[in-house]
């Protein structure tokens, strides 16, 4: 089976090229979705995300604060890796299992941290999804509820489209 890596930046667009992918009938597994579901449904995980950076990261009904929890990754470099230790082996197997469920020519997978986790050796084919920082930063504050320097915080920790 062709592996496809699909990957960009931050508001870049992946998630509307997935589902032009997926309205044509082409299997993505997503790798942003899959860590939601781990942080929203996984006991395991959230346990160890709590015990990893305490009760400020969990709302009162034990579900993550992901607002919390991505400001403090995202202004502590050693908190962003422990959250990667955690997250990043259990995100990439349950993409391997998905993989060998497929039974297609090829697969995408939409990495949005490809270049960061170094797996671009493991793909046929990469897709990088591009757009100019303004519009990201437009699409970004149309869909959530983040701050400019949230915004930034987030570009400065990911790859540049340059690396990509």
Do not use: W
């Not at 009760?55 to 400001?71: F, G, P, T, W, Y």
């Amino acid at each position: 089976m062709l592996r496809i890596a699909l990957t960009g930046g931050i508001g870049s667009g992946k998630s509307e090229v997935t589902k032009c992918f997926r309205s044509l009938g082409v299997t993505v597994l997503d790798a942003d979705e899959i860590s939601h579901n781990l942080t929203s449904k996984d006991v395991a995980v959230i346990n160890r995300i709590e015990d990893t950076f305490g009760k400020e990261v969990m709302n009162s009904d034990n579900s993550l604060n992901r607002k919390a929890l991505r400001n403090l990754v995202f202004s502590d470099g050693t908190a962003k890796a422990q959250l990667e230790a955690i997250l990043h082996p259990k995100i990439r197997q349950h993409m391997r299992e998905a993989a060998d469920l497929v039974d297609a020519n090829y697969c995408v997978f939409s990495l949005p941290l490809l270049v960061e986790t170094g797996q671009t050796q493991d793909f046929d084919r990469i897709i990088v999804i591009q757009a100019p920082t303004k519009l990201r930063r437009q699409r970004i504050l149309l869909r959530s509820n983040l701050a400019l320097e949230e915004i930034e915080a987030i570009f400065s920790a990911q790859a540049s489209d340059a690396a990509r």
